[in-house]
T-cell receptor, first 112, second 112 residues
Framework: DAGVIQSPRHEVTEMGQEVTLRCKPI?????LFWYRQTMMRGLELLIY????????DSGMPEDRFSAKMPNASFSTLKIQPSEPRDSAVYFC??????????FGPGTRLTVL | DQQVKQNSPSLSVQEGRISILNCDYT??????FLWYKKYPAEGPTFLIS?????DKNEDGRFTVFLNKSAKHLSLHIVPSQPGDSAVYFC???????????FGSGTKLNVKP
């Protein structure tokens, strides 16, 4: 298996623009997680899905952030409108049950 | 407020010596703890874990110690190697959920 795939790897955008991050989990995994890494707060869980259903979105910063999982092999994290403080590395991870989470390589987002 | 804290942002150790990375947590409901290792431009990868029913778990050069009364976790690497240079994240999970809380990470530099 290719592991968790994220795209794009790097994204530079201007404040106010819409940003969409994409994730393909490991086939067969039933949990998908979106994390954000910043210098100040480390790795924060934003939202996670079980069998494509959002279970906990309490980490989503505000209404500008939304996440979807239309099927078992694809998820998106959207920021609209983006702000400079959203600049961070965003990781997607997947797991089978409550086992180890496997992380993707991350998307480095820069909002100017 | 962060429930998992890594108070040392960085640590420098000589090759062959012991590296000790520390982690503190506040939630007494956490029942499972993990360490992840992260190289630049890659996602975190699982390193070692420990259940709250144990106080020590060893895997090769890596040993994790858990002190529940102190709510403290540590990772020992013996002997340290230059390839161990990475950011190490401590994470904890509450039994009812698949939700992991991560610390902010400690950057380990092992000098040849």
């Amino acid at each position: 298996d290719a592991g968790v795939i994220q795209s794009p790897r790097h994204e530079v955008t201007e404040m106010g623009q819409e940003v969409t991050l994409r994730c393909k989990p490991i086939s067969g995994h039933d949990y998908l997680f979106w994390y954000r890494q910043t210098m100040m707060r480390g790795l924060e869980l934003l939202i996670y899905f079980n069998n494509n259903v959002p279970i906990d979105d309490s980490g989503m910063p505000e209404d500008r952030f939304s996440a979807k999982m239309p099927n078992a092999s694809f998820s998106t994290l959207k920021i609209q409108p983006s702000e400079p403080r959203d600049s961070a590395v965003y990781f997607c991870a997947s797991s089978l049950g409550s086992d180890e989470q496997f992380f993707g390589p991350g998307t480095r987002l820069t909002v100017l | 407020d962060q429930q998992v804290k890594q108070n040392s942002p960085s640590l420098s150790v000589q090759e062959g010596r012991i590296s000790i990375l520390n982690c503190d947590y506040t939630n007494s409901m956490f029942d499972y703890f993990l360490w992840y290792k992260k190289y630049p431009a890659e996602g975190p990868t699982f390193l070692i874990s420990i259940s709250s029913i144990k106080d020590k778990n060893e895997d090769g050069r890596f040993t994790v110690f858990l002190n529940k009364s102190a709510k403290h976790l540590s990772l020992h690497i013996v002997p340290s190697q230059p390839g161990d240079s990475a950011v190490y994240f401590c994470a904890a999970r509450s039994g009812d959920f698949n939700k992991f809380y991560f610390g902010s990470g400690t950057k380990l530099n092992v000098k040849p």
